[in-house]
């Protein structure tokens, strides 16, 4: 790692020293003073379980405290994961998952850097949906920061309890729109606590500069006000004045106390408040919104790679959307803002072949008095259309996105004509977790006789369908945001911005290979994620300095090895 990053104690940065050091080289486990005995073993941060060694276990009255077999990592992780395969239900697997993070830190993330593929869908959705819905009762210690009303006025105080003083990542979520589960109130801290855990597995961001936080302004959620042990604020939420002061107090503070270059992730916020947010604090903040601008990026990516597979450009083909929230608009306005790179034609005339559903139906000129403000865009002239099958029908697209968080929507008649009208129809069921999901992916290829090229946002497995086994894709968030907080951390970048976005995108779409599109896959697998992060890295970097808005000078001459050197490693370290 280059000195001016220690120097600044910026980038992905190494305050004490560790990841500097060669994994042979001794440091020095410091807590508020050296950390020996039963409190070395309660610090997740140095604690190895029964790796210690025969002189470490002499060095810090160790001797007694631990059994006397010495394991390696890699006999941790096996023994691990084999203790974890046992459980049947994923929630135990999730509350093994934590417990082992705030036991040793080092061995959760190996674990998790491993075996992605199989503990993704445990410290993610569709697991953590379940776990924020129950947390609650499985709760044991705080794993963030609560800020709620309660803190008015106090916000940087708080912040300042925080025990790590220098945060480069912030994920922060009030609650109310919890994946497709809604309002969950302060039990929703599973969402950032999962998210940054894949900032560091998959991003290579370091732990220790990742803060999770909940803004608990109420629940309307009636089953959590009468429930007596939920953890949170029991009352319904504040709306308002009193919301948008409380997150004015929060965005003042964290830059504040962090300084102008960490990044604030909005995380499941409800559409009203996600766009407000997104606007009011863009030009002034480094704020990323996962929900509009990830789900964007990783489905824009998705279509680019299905070229490949499908023919032409982007602006051949004709989008439809059912749903027009956050994920909707986002990807649409994706969408439109690349046609527009990529044909030099204006924004207005792109978003002509994109069309979006809601709840009333196909959104058209004659709806725009009553249309939401982020709505608006997308009311193009046409008759009225009230159902997605008509819509089909009438509209007759190459693309199908669901980000309408409602399950079994696009049903076996809307697949059908799909299929009726294009002879490789794509079809994207992006709704979290595997119970919203529009369509399975067994219903996709079955309904289109194994024509329909499928993605979702939440896992499924292989079908296999007349004798072909199919592999779906999953247009999932965490193959963009690791690698574009670790691009915009390691550039200094102050802003983000849309073209970051798309050089996210087209950096991933880059990365599935020959070999995955003949298994009709158009995304890479999740087991090179690591370098699949460092790519899109890169790609946001040099966006970063090309638009100006990088801080980190000079530029290091290869950004992909710059960002591979960067990146958090949890193999354990030696101990004087």
Known sequence: MSNTLKENGEGVSDLY???SATEDQLITPWNFSVASGSTLLRDPRYNKGLAFTENERDA??????????VF?????????????RQYEVPLHRYTALMD???????LFYRLLIDHVEELLPVVYTPTVGEACQKYGSIYRRPQGLYISLKEKGKILEVLKNWPEKNIQVIVVTDGERILGLGDLGCQGMGIPVGKLSLYTALGGVRPSTCLPITIDVGTNNEKLLNDEFYIGLKQKRATGKEYEELLEEFMSAVKQNYGEKVLVQFEDFANHNAFTLLEKYSSSHLVFNDDIQGTASVV????????????????????????AGEAGTGIADLIALEISKQTKAPVEETRKKIWLVDSKGLIVGSRLESLQQFKKPWAHEHEPVKGLLDAVKAIKPTVLIGTSGVGKTFTKEVVEAMASINEKPLIFALSNPTSQSECTAEEAYTWSKGR???ASGSPFDPVEYEGKVFVPGQGNNAYIFPGLGLGLIMSGAIRVRDEMLLAASEALASQVSQENYDKGLIYPPFTNIRKISAHIAANVATKAYELGLASHLPRPKDLVKYAERCMYSPGYRSYR
Do not use: V
């Open 452 to 454: 329909a090229i499928f």
């Open 300 to 323: 824009l990516a998705g279509l680019i790679a299905s070229l490949k597979l499908i023919g032409g450009t982007l602006a051949d083909h004709t989008f439809l959307f059912l749903g």
């Open 17 to 19: 020293g560790e990841d």
């Open 100 to 106: 082992l993070q705030e036991r040793n830190e080092r």
């Open 60 to 69: 810090h009255y160790l001797r007694g405290l631990l059994p006397p077999a």
């Open 72 to 84: 390696t990592q890699d006999l941790q992780d096996k023994r691990m994961m084999h203790s974890l």
